[in-house]
């Protein structure tokens, strides 16, 4: 069987979605093992959150210096647990801190790397979407440890009717790995919304807005999704660049995408368009945002999402 490692991402209290992804792809190709990297005292609480995924076993880490001595750190703790549990794969969730920490793993383990899988195969070939989308490309690490960073939302996370393992490990952080010191960090606002890259349902609106983004808002929160922006939306400054998808924004590939008053510029469909199910709602029939959209209305996004949202609400009573 083979060995896989999942790294679990979580911002200290609460466990990222990813992890339940991630231990479904490392299933599908032999075991499952979490790694926990946490602070004193946090990791059970952490690795209760685990219960019900496919996770075998889960490892924590307790160690302060990994928070404060930053990446570095982390890599190091990481790097000692693959060696030690002779890990032939490590999964890792595709944000900037986790390509950050597949990049440094693959330099310190002279392992290959596979980062943005969309897709993870039994036998760890993944299936990657490249320039925009206009490409799938098929690739196997020939390394004996595989490092693959994974989209979040790429695959359903199946449920599984037992527990994880919990076991407690140790590492030790030489100075090499500690030059950096943190002296203060501030978890990001969050908004009573989902995380745009990590949200099962993402709502978006472009210049068909006109800047008015309430009825891709109300529509967001009935179906409780995020809000995404075009560009042409966010460089009006009409929604906040932290929302963009697109070539020069966020990728996200949830199981539902909305694109709302957006004609699908190549520059936007290189960050949705590996969304499960693609809706589009645009006034004009020839917008190529219907060349990719599973389903599409042709109307004004002012008529459209009102009625949809009653009969989403006629349907749910
Ligand atoms: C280097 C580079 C990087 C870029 N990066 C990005 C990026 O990351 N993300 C991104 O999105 N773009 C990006 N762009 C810009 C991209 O090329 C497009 O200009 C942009 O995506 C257009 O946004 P839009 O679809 O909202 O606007 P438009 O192209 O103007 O389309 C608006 C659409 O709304 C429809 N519409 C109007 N009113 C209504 C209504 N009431 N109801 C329904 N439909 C209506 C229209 O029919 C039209 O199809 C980039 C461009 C460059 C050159």
Known sequence: MTKNLV????????????????????????????????????????????????????L???????????????????????EKEGAESIF???????????????????SGIITDA????????????????????????????????VRPSSIEPVISTSNPTIEKVTVAIDAKDKLVE??????????????????????????GTNGNFAEVEAFADLVGGAVGASRAATDAGWYPHTHQVGQTGKTVSPQL??????????????GMQTSK????????PEAPIFDLADFGVVGDLFAVLPQAREAIKSKRS
């Open 7 to 58: 790294l679990i991402d979580h911002d200290g209290n609460k466990v990222a979605k990813s992890a339940a992804e991630l231990a479904t792809f490392a299933k599908r190709a032999g075991n499952a093992i979490g790694l926990l990297l946490a602070n004193s005292g946090s990791g059970d609480s952490l690795a209760a959150q685990l219960n019900g995924t496919e996770f075998e076993r889960v």
């Open 60 to 82: 924590i880490v307790e160690n302060d210096e990994i928070n404060r001595h930053g990446i570095a750190a982390a890599t190091a703790a990481i790097a000692q647990i693959i």
């Open 92 to 110: 890792i969730a595709s944000s900037a801190r986790g390509k950050e920490i597949a990049g440094r793993l693959a330099v310190r383990l002279k």
């Open 118 to 149: 969309v897709d993870v195969a039994s036998d760890l070939s993944t299936t990657q979407s490249v320039f925009g989308g206009s490409f799938s490309v098929k690739a196997k690490l020939k390394t004996p440890l595989s490092i693959i960073t």
């Open 182 to 207: 943190i002296s203060a960090s501030q978890p990001p606002v969050k908004g009573g919304r989902p995380d745009l890259t990590e949200a099962k349902i993402v709502i978006s609106g472009g210049r």
């Open 257 to 270: 995408y909305v694109a709302c008053g957006i004609s699908g510029a190549i520059q936007h469909r290189a």
């Open 277 to 284: 199910t693609i809706v589009a709602i645009n006034k004009d």
